[in-house]
């Protein structure tokens, strides 16, 4: 249609996505041989048909078990130029990118491989295509309050390179409170905020995020809707929420797409924008998941330049990044 081929030639930038989910079964079997790691798979058909989720959790096994096959700094930093080179495809002129340090960390890769592999092509991707970037580092909520302050230890001597942090994974039975005394760390370091809230947790993990994280974005935030007062409270203050629609299908955060509340979200004057989340495990990058709304719901140019300039809204740019893109 027309609007797809307007959306897929303009500019745009990507807010939400996890380096660690852009890894497609290709390259996992590629690396995996590379660094001889056994996969539970015989063919890259048969990860591709793994790939059926009923919730986040079913996910996120397959999610921690598929980045076993990163190991070298080489590993972070083919995973990463792939993804880029889908940005350059898809006219992603700016992207926040998200990592697990927590997931490496834990498996005994030093911070320092994982940072250089991934910031080494995101350098890369800035020299040859004018691609900015931003990097977020995640802590991962299933685990503890202890873990997540070892690994700000451990990103000490990167900080000045890390724009962000969040707040990931299996997010019932793990609110934002649990790590109330690592952001107002991470506050103090001057980090900025977001954290993954109302994906599967309720209304009051989107609170918490807000008054107890003080984040400065919110990370899906689908179930923010079944709170007046908390949808009074996004907009008042403007946060953006990094919407991913091939990912709440995927995880069943939707029944349908046609069920999707984007529509209602900008109506209700929420600043929500279109993100990928784990493109290699949900079925699209950036312009398929704009694609895919565009086909189930009934948006109008308006709708579509409103999440696109949302995205350069809610994007951490700063002067010099913003005169390249606009
Ligand atoms: N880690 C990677 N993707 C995630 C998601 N959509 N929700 C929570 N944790 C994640
Ligand atoms: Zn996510």
Redesign the pocket.
Known sequence: SALKALVSAAPKVELHL?I??SLEPELMFALAQRNGVALPYKRVEDVRAAYQFSN?QE??DL?YQGMSVLQTEQDYYDLTMAYLQRCQQDNVVHTEI?F?PQGHLERGIAFATVFNGISGALLDAERQWGLSHRLIM?FLRHLSEESAFAALAEAEPFLKHIHAVGL????MGHPPEKFARVFARCRELGLKITA?AG?EGPPAYVWQAIDTLQVDRI??GNRSLEDDALVQELVKRKLTLTV?PL?NLK?CVVPSLTQHPMLDMLKQGLKATVNS??PAYFGGYVNDNYHALIDHLPLTHSHLYDLLRNGFDGAWMDDKQRQQHI
Not at 168 to 171: F, K, L, P, R, T
């Open positions: 996890h660690e989910g986040l996910f996120l999610y998200m697990d995640s990931d994974s299996s997010e993954h994906e990370d899906h991913c990912s995880l989340d784990d």
